[in-house]
């Protein structure tokens, strides 16, 4: 008799890499106690380390009052938050996109859930880069698929445009692309977005199906020093683009997002009644009443950019004196330095004693870097810099000594 008390899909999920070990950095690392400690300096995580801006509280006060009897009614997209929405899309990417182009979701979470279900069946192949966002095989999995990695081009951590090709297989459905990217900050040039659209419309054709592509884009709103964000969208028709508000209004978890399908798509009408089913049978993948009422005011509200490229440039300047290596983002709200020795998760259990919390490389299945997250304050960025000062010379001594 078969004794197994879950899933096996369940116990899939658990097993993947990247899955297993953010769960065992909550459970077993006791991250989340030390994080609330005095003097702990917590560098992991997008979450906000100030109150919230005013204008953001009042605008969910004010929707909370109902105009109507159904304002607290079932709700799927709003028609008000599809404007917003679409509005301020095409300030970003230059296509001309509408309501009728979105459907809001519950975050970046449930748009890529979503994004997949609606053009892959179980046993298809969803190809992502490396270092990814450390969910991808997770959301894959769930949706029962095969998650395909490629490593990314180093040092630049670009599109590997070779090794995405021989990846692909008669079985590959979806290609993910993240730019800018989290955690590097790397945003991808015009030039190999085209050559990515080539590469997927030579390949399908080769294969004889459709390889769509999504692309994930909750930090298309924080780029610095003036860079042009160029989205996948722009390039491959066959992309669906997904979108969070948690990064850009710094609230993650107030979940509200949405996926995007490119004006004239061909079949676009069929995609979307495919999206609308999905978002109910998943569990009413929909974003609350109140946070879809709210949106037209949210979509006024940014983190202050200019103040977070002000604490990466600190910090890499730092950081480069101390004798770290680490790249300059050109977006995103993370840092992604080489650790100064072979073993990141040693290292970063260094500046865990030193009470600085960071996020290991092998969490992103690339070994031998770290991610360090600048929604913390400028003053907590600043009472790290000594430690990490210390921490280098920890490390590299020890290493000496072996």
């Avoid at 607290?72 to 008000?80: G, I, T, V, W």
């Avoid at 850009?248 to 949405?258: D, E, F, K, S, V």
């Avoid at 770290?370 to 913390?376: N, P, V």
């Amino acid at each position: 008799m078969d004794d197994m008390q879950v899933s096996r899909r369940s116990a899939l999920i658990q097993g993947a890499a990247p899955f297993r070990m953010l769960f065992e950095y909550f459970d077993t690392s006791g991250y989340q106690e030390r994080r609330h400690e005095p003097g702990v300096l917590d560098l992991t995580f997008g979450d906000p380390h100030e109150m919230q801006m005013p204008a953001y509280v009042e605008a969910l006060q004010d929707a909370t009052v109902p105009r109507d009897e159904l304002w607290f009614a079932y709700k799927q997209s709003e028609r008000p938050a599809q404007e917003a929405a679409a509005e301020s899309l095409r300030r970003v990417v230059p296509l001309d996109w509408t309501a009728d182009n979105l459907r809001m979701t519950t975050g970046g979470f449930g748009a890529i859930t979503v994004a997949m279900k609606a053009v892959a069946d179980p046993g298809d192949e969803v190809v992502f880069t490396l270092p990814p966002w450390f969910l991808y095989e997770g959301l894959a999995l769930e949706a029962g698929l095969v998650a395909v990695k490629v490593p990314a081009l180093r040092p630049s951590f670009d599109l590997d445009l070779d090794g995405i090709s021989a990846a692909i297989t008669p079985r590959t459905r979806v290609v993910i692309v993240n730019t800018p990217n989290n955690p590097s900050g790397r945003i991808y040039p015009a030039s190999l977005l085209a050559a990515l659209a080539e590469l997927l419309e030579d390949a399908s054709r080769r294969i004889g199906h459709r390889i769509w592509l999504i692309s994930d884009e909750p930090y298309n709103r924080i780029v610095f020093d003036g860079a042009t964000l160029r989205s996948p969208a722009e390039f491959y028709p066959w992309t669906l683009l997904c979108y969070s508000y948690g990064k850009t209004l710094l609230a993650p978890g107030q979940r509200i997002g949405y996926i995007a399908v490119p004006p004239g798509l061909p079949g676009a009408e069929v995609l979307m009644e495919a999206i609308d089913t999905l978002q109910i049978a998943g569990g009413w993948l929909f974003p609350n009443a109140v946070l879809q009422h709210a949106l037209p005011r949210l979509e006024e509200l940014s983190l202050d950019v200019p103040a977070l490229q002000a604490k990466r440039d600190r910090m890499v300047s730092a950081l480069r004196e101390l004798g770290y290596r680490v790249a300059v983002p050109e977006g995103t709200f993370y840092l992604w330095p080489e650790s100064p020795v072979p073993d990141d998760e040693a290292f970063t259990r260094v500046l865990a004693d030193l009470g600085v919390l960071v996020l290991p490389g092998r969490l992103f299945e690339t070994p031998g870097w770290f991610r360090i997250c600048l929604t913390a304050t400028m003053e907590t960025i600043e009472q790290s810099l000594p430690r990490f000062a210390e921490a280098i010379r920890r490390a590299t001594s020890e290493t000496a000594r072996d």
